[in-house]
């Protein structure tokens, strides 16, 4: 008995060290970007395996600090099925700890994770289990996130005036509580509902109001997501040659950050103008790419990418056939 009281209590130790030295690691490699996310790509494994011993070794706060520390990262290189299966582990863990807003955070981003999978009936069910805990606890800045993560799946499902309605709550808590990189988010969104809606002034008028404000944020997917939105705008309103100094600039952005979801929408969207450019061989060169990395993190348009891919194939043969290389 003591000997076996002593194995466990020094198996216990090494998942507390273990745990230290990885969250201390993800931290550090997570703030230099897409440098240090290559360097976390080796240790992710091992690292998911550590949180699931972290846990069953009942050391919830080690677990809820790992997870912490690698979350941006997974979500960044589009390793979603990864931080679903971590998040749930930080969420029992917030759970035996009575941690009501590391709960409520938790529930938020597996919602934001299974949207970003194209899971939006899923996401929705997360974000309405989060909503009244962040408001139990007074979290304002929880509820103004949850709030325009609703307001984003009701636009996706078509549900404009809702989604506005969710959208507006947002956006007055960000202005009371003083958070810009929350406003900015909003306004951007807000934006998004009339870019849907074919209303392009108005959608224009509202990423330009929120691009500053994500800058000064230092919200630098948000800058991209901004940077692409009015990149599509000018495409729709027949100015090519400006949209596309827009998406390279967003590019740029994605590439520096690690951001490889934003890098393939990036590449789809360039490719998008090129083909208003008449210049199919970069329409190609654009669009395989997106395809390449849409395949390796299973992003939701993947089959959208694919069909184009396809057609440019097939449109590029054609030009060949009358001798009209690109």
């Given at each position: 008995?003591?000997?076996?009281?002593?194995?466990?209590?020094?198996?216990?130790?090494?998942?507390?060290?273990?745990?230290?030295?990885?969250?201390?690691?993800?931290?550090?490699?997570?703030?230099?970007?897409?440098?240090?996310?290559?360097?976390?790509?080796?240790?992710?494994?091992?690292?998911?395996?550590?949180?699931?011993?972290?846990l069953?070794?009942?050391l919830?706060?080690?677990?809820?600090?790992?997870?912490?520390?690698?979350?941006?990262?997974?979500?960044?290189?589009?390793?979603?099925?990864?931080?679903?299966?971590?998040?749930?582990?930080?969420?029992?863990?917030a759970?035996?700890?009575?941690?009501?807003?590391?709960?409520?955070?938790c529930?938020?981003?597996?919602?934001?994770?299974?949207?970003?999978?194209?899971?939006?009936?899923k996401?929705?069910?997360?974000?309405?289990?989060?909503?009244?805990?962040?408001?139990?606890?007074?979290?304002?800045?929880?509820?103004?996130?949850?709030?325009?993560?609703?307001?984003?799946?009701?636009?996706?499902?078509?549900?404009?005036?809702?989604?506005?309605?969710?959208?507006?709550?947002?956006?007055?808590?960000?202005?009371?509580?003083?958070?810009?990189?929350g406003?900015?988010?909003?306004?951007?969104?807000?934006?998004?509902?009339?870019?849907?809606?074919?209303?392009?002034?108005?959608?224009?008028?509202?990423?330009?109001?929120?691009?500053?404000?994500r800058?000064?944020?230092?919200?630098?997917?948000?800058?991209g997501?901004?940077?692409?939105?009015?990149?599509?705008?000018?495409r729709a309103?027949?100015?090519?040659?400006?949209?596309?100094?827009?998406?390279?600039?967003?590019?740029?952005?994605?590439?520096?950050?690690?951001?490889?979801?934003?890098?393939?929408?990036?590449?789809?969207?360039?490719?998008?103008?090129?083909?208003?450019?008449?210049?199919?061989?970069?329409?190609?060169?654009?669009?395989?790419?997106?395809?390449?990395?849409?395949?390796?993190?299973?992003?939701?348009?993947?089959?959208?990418?694919?069909?184009?891919?396809?057609?440019?194939?097939?449109?590029?043969?054609?030009?060949?056939?009358?001798?009209?290389?690109?």
């Amino acid at each position: 008995m003591p000997e076996h009281a002593a194995s466990s209590a020094e198996l216990t130790a090494v998942c507390q060290r273990l745990a230290a030295h990885y969250t201390a690691l993800a931290e550090k490699e997570s703030a230099r970007g897409a440098a240090g996310y290559a360097r976390l790509d080796k240790e992710r494994v091992q690292c998911l395996r550590l949180i699931e011993r972290c846990l069953a070794s009942k050391l919830w706060q080690e677990v809820q600090a790992l997870v912490w520390s690698i979350q941006k990262y997974l979500d960044r290189q589009g390793h979603w099925a990864d931080r679903l299966a971590a998040l749930k582990m930080q969420l029992t863990a917030a759970q035996q700890v009575e941690d009501r807003r590391d709960e409520a955070w938790c529930l938020n981003e597996l919602g934001y994770t299974c949207e970003r999978r194209g899971e939006r009936e899923k996401a929705l069910t997360y974000y309405k289990q989060s909503l009244p805990i962040h408001r139990e606890v007074e979290d304002k800045q929880g509820e103004g996130a949850t709030l325009n993560n609703i307001g984003a799946i009701y636009h996706a499902q078509g549900r404009y005036e809702q989604a506005l309605e969710q959208y507006q709550q947002s956006l007055s808590i960000w202005q009371e509580i003083g958070d810009r990189k929350g406003e900015g988010t909003t306004l951007n969104n807000i934006g998004g509902v009339y870019d849907t809606k074919g209303d392009y002034e108005q959608a224009l008028t509202c990423y330009e109001q929120c691009l500053p404000i994500r800058r000064e944020a230092g919200d630098e997917i948000g800058v991209g997501q901004t940077l692409n939105n009015i990149a599509m705008i000018y495409r729709a309103f027949g100015r090519p040659a400006k949209a596309l100094k827009y998406l390279e600039q967003a590019l740029s952005i994605y590439q520096q950050i690690g951001d490889r979801v934003g890098v393939a929408e990036s590449f789809w969207n360039i490719g998008l103008i090129c083909k208003d450019l008449g210049n199919l061989a970069k329409v190609e060169e654009y669009i395989s790419q997106a395809v390449q990395l849409a395949e390796q993190i299973g992003h939701p348009s993947l089959e959208k990418y694919r069909e184009g891919l396809a057609r440019v194939r097939a449109a590029r043969q054609v030009e060949q056939g009358k001798g009209g290389e690109a």
